[in-house]
DNA sequence: TTCGATGCAAATAGTTTGCATTCTA
DNA sequence: TAGAATGCAAACTATTTGCATCGAA
């Protein structure tokens, strides 16, 4: 038994957790998003879904990663302009996102509380980046 | 002469720099623009400006604010999922979003860059603010 | 009188939804 | 066999673009 199909098990269970179905096309998504790594968009899976199962549609792509959210398993995030990605939610980090080259670096969540701290003191805010990556200039674009 | 006049005036300045023309639709968009104070929405400046000129397009607005992004006056800030904001680039401020009410907070330039610092110290990341707000919660919302 | 700006409609990108049908549990 | 999930097409939101026409300089 690989680890990813020990993953692919609990996402599964994840689906038929609150009354929902594992059909085929939910599993061959999972697959694909598993065998991703995550930082995929929508259509990144679809299109490795359909190398497979021509027919699956767009739609069930984006239905079955919101029922996955739903079950805390995945976390979408919007990186600038263009499509959101999907990652594991159990990495818990936070993103920054480079505007010239589009890099997406990850910051693990202890790093980030002492960001979090900072903004918390001086404007009351609560920083949350989980859901939108933090923009700007990685090392290599700012000095370019 | 009123202050609003002469910004007005430096505005079709502005418009006239590069070769560009000042016409009744894009006086009538930066008037919209000047009397909403910044943070306004292209739906919201057409809804202003169609009340005195009906067949203004909502084309003409994105036009004429891009006419003055290009010319500096005018940034346009992406404040979560939703529409775009225009707001002047004469503040030179940074902004947080709340994800619960929406609320947008100024931050001054020099208050942001300590911040700035910090994530350039940590990350080695240069943040970039103008373009996107940070997400978060304020005060109220995160209490609730 | 030239060429930039306009209105309108259509195109675009990303995502969501309605609905008849399919298939899991 | 009830009802969740699917495919497909159409709707949707925010924005951009093509194009014939209008009008500022």
Redesign the interface.
């Known amino acids: 038994v690989t680890p990813t199909a020990d993953a692919e098990e609990r996402y599964m269970a994840a689906l038929r957790g609150s009354g929902g179905r594992v059909t085929a096309p939910r599993r061959a998504v999972v697959m694909a998003f598993l065998a991703s790594g995550g930082h995929v968009t929508a259509e990144d899976l679809a299109a490795a879904v359909q190398a497979e199962q021509p027919d699956v549609a767009l739609s069930t792509v984006y239905r079955t990663m919101d029922a996955l959210q739903r079950a805390g398993l995945v976390e979408q995030l919007h990186v ?1 302009h263009g499509p959101a990605v999907y990652h594991l939610a159990e990495h818990h980090h936070r993103h ?1 996102v ?2 010239a080259c589009g890099r997406v ?1 990850d ?1 693990s969540e202890g ?1 980030f509380d ?2 979090v701290d ?2 918390a003191t ?8 989980r ?2 990556a ?6 290599s674009c ?1 000095e370019a």
Chains 1, 2 share one sequence.
């Not at 001086?122 to 980046?129: E, N, P």
């Not at 933090?134 to 090392?139: A, T």
């Open positions: 600038g920054l480079c505007q670096i910051v790093d002492e960001l900072l903004v001086r404007f009351g805010f609560i920083l949350d980046a859901h939108f933090l923009p700007g200039w990685c090392r700012a």
